[in-house]
């Protein structure tokens, strides 16, 4: 798949003023100001870009400039308010120097069915960016307070996240964790895709897969329990799509009988590692089927995988899965006749296994 044309990098180091973030929304008030003030005329320039974009099928080539440094500017202020970055962000977004730079494409010619219909397919991008914390109504519809970016950035999410702990640990460690710093990054990121799609910079819808966003950065190690399977095989059958939610039903009841049990044996697994220093077998089994179940019940009530559950969730499928590091890896020629042999299944309509996901 080609790599998006709206990409982040960040640059510079962890350490942090201690001084400006104990300060810094105090420092952000004069971009506040400024921020409301030019979101209130890229509101009139991307209604008047809608009308010329869908007769002409491109974006006026100073609407296009204008927005690009909207999006660079409101990026770099939401990575100053949230930590990302420590230097004061310039008022026009121009500065090839501060340590979060976009890439943005160049004008380009546009469909004219995704212009018409571009407030609508974006919804489900701006519900997302409201949920990460990038200001869902704040960056385009926003100018009618003062705090502006302030208040859609404050009401939830990766950055407020980002902002909370990141003020505690700039002022007392001086310096921002990198996890903290990436997350955010990612918030950034995908808003910008977000904003760019809305003010036809570019078709390309965001992409809210974080391994492309933030392919430049270096990866954590491993978890012990992590999901692994086939993420793009997205084919799901209309009949079970449809009644998904009554044949879930079942299911659902017995992992809160499940559930209810659980409670129980988690409180006796406490005990016995406090006293024994490591957990009980069977009990570390028990609770370990009970998590591999409500993977496989969930993964198949929010339509991400296509297969039901097995009640006791001893079967195994390559469909999708959550791992324990503890097991070994399989080699990679038995990986690749795992997913041929899926994706056979999967053309054929039918699973290879009657379960979703396993626990290793």
Request: proline fraction near 5%; aromatic fraction near 14%; charged fraction near 15%.
């Amino acid at each position: 798949m080609q790599a998006h044309p709206v990409g982040i990098e960040v640059r510079g180091t962890l350490r942090r003023n201690r001084l400006t973030v104990f300060f810094r929304l105090l420092l952000a008030i004069p971009h506040f100001f400024w921020f409301a003030l030019w979101s209130l005329a890229v509101v009139v320039g991307v209604i008047v870009g809608w009308f010329v974009a869908l007769a002409t099928a491109r974006l006026p080539r100073g609407l296009h400039g204008f927005f690009s440094s909207y999006i660079r500017y409101s990026s770099q202020l939401l990575a100053y308010l949230s930590f990302i970055a420590d230097p004061y962000p310039p008022f026009d977004g121009s500065s090839l120097q501060y340590p979060i730079q976009l890439t943005l494409p160049e004008r380009d010619k546009l469909s004219r069915r995704k212009v018409l219909l571009r407030i609508v397919l974006a919804l489900p991008a701006l519900v997302f960016t409201t949920a990460l914390g990038g200001g869902g109504g704040g960056y385009i519809a926003s100018g009618r307070d003062a705090k502006g970016l302030g208040a859609s950035w404050g009401s939830g999410g990766i950055l407020s996240v980002a902002f909370i702990l990141g003020w505690f640990s700039g002022v007392f460690r001086g310096r921002m964790t990198s996890g903290l710093r990436d997350a955010g990054a990612y918030a950034i990121g995908y808003r910008a895709q977000t904003l760019a799609y809305v003010l036809l910079l570019t078709d390309r819808y965001p992409n809210a897969d974080p391994t492309e966003l933030l392919g430049h950065f270096e990866r954590p190690p491993l978890h012990p329990v992590r999901l692994v399977g086939d993420a793009h095989d997205l084919r799901r059958s209309r009949v079970t799509a449809f009644f998904r939610l009554a044949l879930a039903i079942p299911h659902l009841v017995w992992l809160w009988l499940w559930g209810f049990v659980a409670m129980f044996v988690v409180v006796i697994q406490w005990f016995v590692v406090l006293f024994a220093g490591r957990p009980a077998k069977s009990l570390h089994r028990f609770l370990t089927r009970f998590v591999r179940y409500g993977f496989h019940v969930y993964s198949f009530l929010l339509l991400v995988a296509n297969t039901r559950s097995c009640f006791s969730s001893r079967t195994r499928s390559r469909a999708s899965s959550v791992r324990k590091a503890a097991t070994q890896s399989t080699s990679s020629s038995q990986a690749s006749k795992s997913r041929s042999a899926s994706a056979r299944s999967s053309a054929s309509g039918s699973p290879s296994r009657p379960c979703l996901s396993r626990l290793r």
